[in-house]
């Protein structure tokens, strides 16, 4: 698809200003300018974040009650259950919460709900079953869950079970929140916290935080931030504040492999020994740990990530690796179907032809009775990279139609679907993903629906992406200590992606295609010669729509990178556009 280039203004008095105060090379004053980092002290904080710099926990609504009634129940020996969700954020939480809780001598056990039997967050049912199997249980702990859970809550109530709710979900539009003991959530409506963007872990992080205090014990260390990286990674947080500080460390542990589990999952999945990046978390350990609770037991997930057997954690480990490729297998599935039902009879047409959405609406709406709710939103979220459209995607069971949402930039889905409020069962979520649940009956209403909102939000450029690029620069500016820099850039990921810089007037030379269709080429620029390398790129050679040719003048974009074979270092460039220089 194509897309709007789009380079932010330079301001060269700034830039230099910054540069000359930190001894940072132009170019990165220049992108720091671009992410809203303007003075040496904010850069400097940013290049190096400190665990000092971790905001009180304190400072987040009701922790202090939620502090003093879990430290009741240690003292006073209840029975105290964590209810945690079924992803990857709620599973870390989950270990996140059990280990310090069982440092801290509690009587503590968790619960961790089947994603197909018990549905998203507390569950009535399951609920009165653990109290009837254990009438000592006086305290539940939800993670990454619960801000929704009205009738839940008040029936835990009913049996004498108090609830500590800690979430992120944006709560109701009505405003009210559940009648629970306390609800930590720093986007409840009166939050006083000064940084929302925590995922459902860096909330039980600070719950942590608060106990480990109360009990004049050490904050909890850098070895439990590597379950903090994780599901804060994973659920696609904003990647700057104190979510930068927490997931920068929770890496370093992570490469450390402290874990049993970790160091178990990183060998089945092929990169043991290897640095662990917020790219790797994202494609190869997330996607292992999520399968238990897309299509299998996702206490799985935890029993791994606190084990301290290493042949538990291979078995486990070789278990998820196996649930994830079968997982991949029903999402292939579900796509080749739903293209088929959008007109589209092969994935990879899309990319060789450059499909444009084959209707006027503004989102992809699709049902089946087929299709496998564990697996949905991760379809949702290739079709709206594929057509950067909002994709809801349903599975249909008894008249209802149950599915999950993702969403584009400009278009806040959470506040998009309470506008759907009176056609739909139950939903929540964030800005780019949600789940819901409708009567079968309501879905051409929504279909209608939500196309008019999208069209009322959104105008026609919105529906085109748009590929920011960081900073205009020339072939002679690029070398080894440049590409260091934008390295301390890192962890990469939503609200801080990795730069990306554009250079014009290119010339090609020798392109080829290499490897499993990837654009290999020698681009020049004056006396300057690059390699560039273009991942899936080779249908720019000799596919239809734009081509490249010898001796062609183009821009591109690209990430500069250092390719590494057999010993030696080179420069190269990896390619993320390309358009004819005009």
Not at 136 to 154: A, H, M, P, R, Y
Not at 200 to 206: E, N, T
Not at 245 to 263: C, D, Q
Request: proline share 4%.
């Amino acid at each position: 698809m194509e897309k709007r280039w789009f380079i932010p203004r330079i301001n060269h008095g700034l830039a230099k200003s910054l540069s000359d105060g930190t001894s940072l090379s132009f170019i990165l004053s220049q992108i720091l300018i671009n992410r809203r980092i303007e003075t040496p002290e904010e850069a400097m904080s940013f290049l190096s974040p400190s665990l000092d710099n971790l905001l009180d926990p304190f400072l987040m609504n009701d922790m202090e009650k939620a502090a003093i009634r879990i430290k009741a129940a240690i003292e006073n020996r209840e029975k105290i259950l964590i209810y945690g969700d079924y992803d990857v954020d709620g599973i870390t939480g989950t270990a996140l919460l059990l280990s310090i809780l069982s440092r801290l001598n509690a009587n503590v056990t968790y619960y961790i709900p089947h994603r197909l039997k018990e549905g998203y967050g507390l569950n009535v049912e399951t609920i009165k079953r653990l109290k009837t199997q254990d009438s000592g249980l006086k305290l539940i702990v939800t993670v990454d869950c619960g801000t929704s859970s009205f009738e839940e809550v008040n029936l835990a109530k009913s049996l004498g079970i108090d609830v500590i709710i800690t979430d992120h979900h944006i709560p109701p539009a009505t405003h009210r929140l559940p009648e629970a003991y306390a609800i930590l959530n720093p986007n409840r409506e009166d939050s006083a916290y000064p940084f929302r963007d925590l995922a459902g872990v860096g909330v039980v992080f600070k719950l942590c935080q608060a106990l480990t205090s109360d009990f004049r014990l050490q904050t909890p260390d850098s070895r439990l931030l590597d379950l903090v990286a994780l599901g804060t990674i994973a659920d696609i947080v904003s990647l700057t504040g104190e979510n930068r500080i927490l997931v920068k460390a929770g890496l370093e542990t992570l490469t450390r492999e402290e874990r049993t589990g970790i160091k178990i999952l990183k060998k089945v999945s092929g990169f043991e020994g290897r640095s662990v990046s917020s790219g790797i978390v994202s494609f190869c350990l997330a996607p292992r740990i999520n399968a238990a609770g897309r299509i299998g037991d996702a206490g799985l997930g935890v029993r791994l990530l606190l084990t301290q057997s290493e042949s538990e954690a291979f078995e486990i480990s070789e278990t998820l690796d196996r649930l994830n490729r079968e997982r991949q297998e029903i999402e292939e599935k579900i796509l080749h179907e739903a293209l088929e039902k959008l007109g589209i009879p092969r994935p990879e047409s899309i990319k060789t032809r450059g499909y444009q959405f084959p209707n006027h609406d503004y989102s992809i709406i699709l049902a089946s009775p087929e299709w496998h709710i564990g697996v949905l939103g991760i379809v949702a979220s290739r079709l709206t990279e594929l057509f950067y459209r909002p994709a809801f995607l349903f599975c249909l069971k008894d008249n209802i139609a149950k599915g999950s949402a993702r969403s584009i930039p400009n278009f806040h889905l959470h506040e998009g679907l309470t506008e759907c409020s009176d056609l739909l069962s139950s939903f929540g979520g964030h800005e780019f993903a949600a789940g819901l649940s409708m009567k079968e009956d309501n879905l051409e209403n929504f279909r209608m629906k939500i196309n008019e909102i999208i069209k009322n939000r959104l105008g026609e450029e919105d529906l085109i992406p748009r590929l920011r690029i960081d900073a205009k620069v020339d072939f002679r500016d690029i070398n080894f200590n440049l590409i260091n820099e934008l390295g301390s850039l890192s962890p990469f990921g939503l609200g801080n992606p990795e730069p990306v810089l554009g250079a014009k007037t290119v010339e090609v030379l020798y392109p080829r295609i290499v490897g499993d269709n990837h654009l290999k080429v020698k681009l020049r620029q004056d006396r300057a010669v690059l390699d560039g390398i273009g991942f899936d790129m080779g249908s720019l050679l000799n596919g239809e729509g734009v081509k490249i040719r010898e001796g062609e003048k183009i821009d591109i974009a690209f990430t500069p990178s250092i390719n590494e074979w057999e010993g030696g270092k080179t420069l190269q460039l990896e390619i993320k556009a390309i358009r004819p220089h005009k």
